[in-house]
């Protein structure tokens, strides 16, 4: 199954940029994944193709048009739909295992692709969201620019998942679709060379990862930790917890809250589970 993105943005050109190289840039040429894009402007119906005006009640910057970015959004759907039920229907023709299964389509099933609209106003993005989308056959991602997006797009398309990429402000949402579907696509099947190279990684546990070293062993004075030169396996992997724990403790208070919360929460549940079964 092909991972598909569909980039909603008025500058399609920026795609796929950066994700055309490395390890997502040969995803991309051995068919992992997919990049569409659609000229948000396209779907403007006047002549100036204008998409975004003043805001209501007065301020600086412009809004996108809730009624163009629908059309473009009602678009992209529709062709997702008209896709699955073709293969729906030629599945249906085939004997059983017969059937190839596409980025809009699993086992002969539709399987509606999540929307995100990037905007400093969603929610923020998690590595736990990431490998759900990863896990999914692909993401309509539908771009912010100027002073953001009219609300009624929101209150009118419910299914739509306004995303955050942080607590900062960008130009537009370009830079932040393009990091997350590289985030994205190095969680594919075949994309990184070892299957478990993405599970000991920052935030997979709630935790950011564990400092690294490599050779040299001394460089200007200073040394490899001497417990990962001492080939003890268990030690390693307790020093590498500890140091995990520590450094989230330190500089990411609220993972470590989040991971303390996470530690508690199955060992209340599983009392709570035992006491129910007692007479």
């Known amino acids: 199954m092909t991972f598909a993105a569909t980039i909603l943005t008025l500058y399609p050109e920026m795609f796929p940029g950066p994700l055309g190289h490395s390890i997502a840039g040969r995803a991309l040429a051995d068919a992992k994944w997919a990049c569409e894009t659609v000229q948000i402007r396209d779907f403007a119906t006047d002549k100036h193709r204008t998409v975004d005006d003043t805001p209501a009640g007065g301020g600086a910057g412009m809004v996108l048009k809730c009624d163009v970015l629908a059309r473009a959004l009602d678009s992209v759907q529709q062709t997702d739909e008209l896709r699955s039920s073709r293969v729906k229907s030629r599945d249906s023709d085939l004997a059983p295992g017969e059937g190839v299964s596409t980025s809009l389509d699993t086992n002969g099933e539709g399987v509606a692709r999540p929307i995100l609209a990037m905007t400093p106003r969603g929610r923020p993005i998690t590595q736990a969201r990431i490998r759900e989308l990863a896990e999914g056959p692909g993401v309509i991602i539908l771009c912010g620019r100027f002073e953001g ?80 030169r001492s080939g003890d396996h268990a030690k390693i992997a307790a020093w590498r917890k500890l140091q995990s724990e520590s450094d989230t403790r330190l500089r990411r208070p609220d993972l470590w809250e989040r991971h303390e919360g996470a530690r508690v929460q199955p060992a209340s549940g599983a009392r709570r589970k035992d006491k129910e079964r007692r007479p």
Do not use: K
């Open 149 to 228: 997006f009219d609300e009624r797009l929101f209150e009118a398309r419910p299914e739509i998942e306004q995303v955050s990429l942080a607590d900062i402000v960008l130009s537009g949402g370009e830079m932040a679709a393009l990091t997350i579907l590289d985030a994205c696509i190095r969680l594919l099947p075949g994309v990184m060379g070892a299957t478990s190279s993405g599970d000991d990684e920052s935030f997979e546990q709630s935790l950011i990862e564990y400092p690294h070293y490599t050779r040299p062993q001394e460089w200007e004075g200073r040394t490899i930790p001497e417990v990962l």
